[in-house]
């Protein structure tokens, strides 16, 4: 089995910055990309950014020019730098992992979320 575990999350005033971490155990050969999602209340998850096992990243539009993403292999975790938080950030944050894992072979793993609340 696998798991993920993010942390990170609370509450920020607009403007304000926050970094989310996801860890990644469990037995696994090989974990490929990682990336964040969020879902907002009444919306469907989306992609917020993803990150090859080469470090090459990939972002949402909406978040261009303010997140950064980031991963650890050694550490087999993924970091979400999110600066200049707008109240349309504020969302379930999950993270999502696609793993090569002994028994299982090639499957796609997900957190059990961290919330971020962007208020005044």
């Known amino acids: 089995q696998v798991q993920l575990v993010e942390s990170g999350g609370g509450l920020v005033q607009p403007g304000g910055s926050l970094r989310l971490s996801c860890v990644a155990s469990?037995?696994?050969?090989?974990?490929?990309?990682m990336g964040w999602y969020r879902q907002a209340p009444g919306k469907q998850r989306e992609l917020v950014a993803d990150?090859?096992?080469?470090?090459?990243?990939n972002y949402a539009d909406s978040v261009k020019g303010r997140f950064t993403i980031s991963r650890d292999n050694a550490k087999n975790t993924v970091y979400l730098q999110m600066n200049s938080l707008k109240a349309e950030d504020t969302a379930v944050y999950y993270c999502?992992?696609?793993?090569?894992?002994?028994?299982?072979?090639?499957?796609?793993?997900w957190g059990q979320g961290t919330q971020v609340t962007v208020s005044s």
């Open positions: 990150i090859t096992s080469g470090s090459s990243p």
């Open positions: 999502n992992a696609a793993v090569i894992a002994l028994g299982v072979g090639f499957n796609k793993y």
């Open positions: 469990g037995s696994f050969f090989r974990i490929n990309s």
